[in-house]
């Protein structure tokens, strides 16, 4: 090829137009660049002007250098601070803000997740600092909404962990070390997922209720707590799995399961156990990633988004 005909290096795009990590570093070089993301965010789109609350109106704030970590933009009337990232999950962290945003955009960037063992390599910093900073943005960034499911929605419930030495294959039991986890589906939507003490209809169905629109369509495998759902308004259909009936027609649960496929690999891959505890936050992880597929600037923009809020 001749050498007028090559492409530029720095100019040339995946056909997938990904947000690489080159373009995460010319957008946040530093942490001067994320604390100007935060503060434009949350108090002043112009820069300039903010919201002063000892004055009680928009007045001129300035940013002067001062011996403090986290540097705060100053009211010039008042001298009311504004600090950006009070009250976030970076507050009071002596972590590198820098590193809070790159963590958030290697988190959106693997689709079966990142260890904290990894994070502690890539940052150089230790392994509770990692595991602190992944656990606050699967607990606090990628908590999954309450917006109803409706249409076609399928349901089912899997078991996620070890087995005690000496159990016997088969379905768990109640004191086995397997945490029972109940999802559910919207064909073509969203999915979610939660850690439930049992699956019995007791414990199911106050979910569903909650959160499955009435005269939906539900498709479940034959465990008996669903029964009920008729007597609720839903439109219940049944795939016999004990029958080795996986599909009949437009009856199964093959999206739910094959969400349960993607947390169970990326848990024993990357994470290799996980415990009841914290199962919570992973199914965050996991159920972020099914939710907001396509370019992962967009999930990374996302979380900056929620980042920039109170908790």
Known sequence: ?????????????????????????????????????LWRNRFSPRGDSAYCLKCETQR???????????????????????????????????????????AMYLMTSTRCG????????????TYKTAWRMAKLIRQE???QDNQPFGGEVEMDETYVGGRRRGDKRGP?????????VFGMVQRRG??????VRNVKAKTLMPHVRRRVLPSSVVYTDELRSYDGL?????????????EQ?????????????????????????VYHAVSAKHLHGYLNEYTYQCNNQGKNGDQFRKLLLRSALSH
Not at 114 to 125: D, P, T, Y
Not at 172 to 180: F, G, Q
Not at 190 to 195: D, Q
């Open 172 to 180: 768990p039991s109640e004191d086995s070390h397997k945490t029972p």
């Open 1 to 37: 090829m001749a050498p007028g005909n090559r492409k530029d290096p720095q100019n040339y795009k995946p056909s997938d137009s990904q947000y690489s990590l080159m373009e995460f570093m010319r957008e946040f070089p530093d942490d001067d660049a994320c604390l100007e993301w």
């Open 230 to 242: 008729k007597r609720r308004g839903y439109q219940h259909e049944r795939i016999h799995h004990a």
């Open 60 to 102: 001129i704030h300035r940013r002067y250098g001062t011996k403090q970590q986290r540097q705060s933009w100053t009211c010039i009337h008042c001298g009311h601070h504004l600090h950006p990232t009070a009250g976030t999950i970076f507050h009071k962290s002596s972590t590198s803000l820098h590193l809070w945003f790159y």
């Open 245 to 269: 009936i996986y599909v009949s027609g437009d009856v199964h649960t093959n999206t739910i399961d094959g969400f349960w496929s993607l947390v169970k690999r990326g848990i024993n891959g």
């Open 114 to 125: 990142i260890s904290a063992k990894q994070l502690e390599r890539e940052f150089g910093v």
């Open 190 to 195: 969203r999915v979610a997922a939660m850690p």
């Open 141 to 143: 960034l990628m908590v």
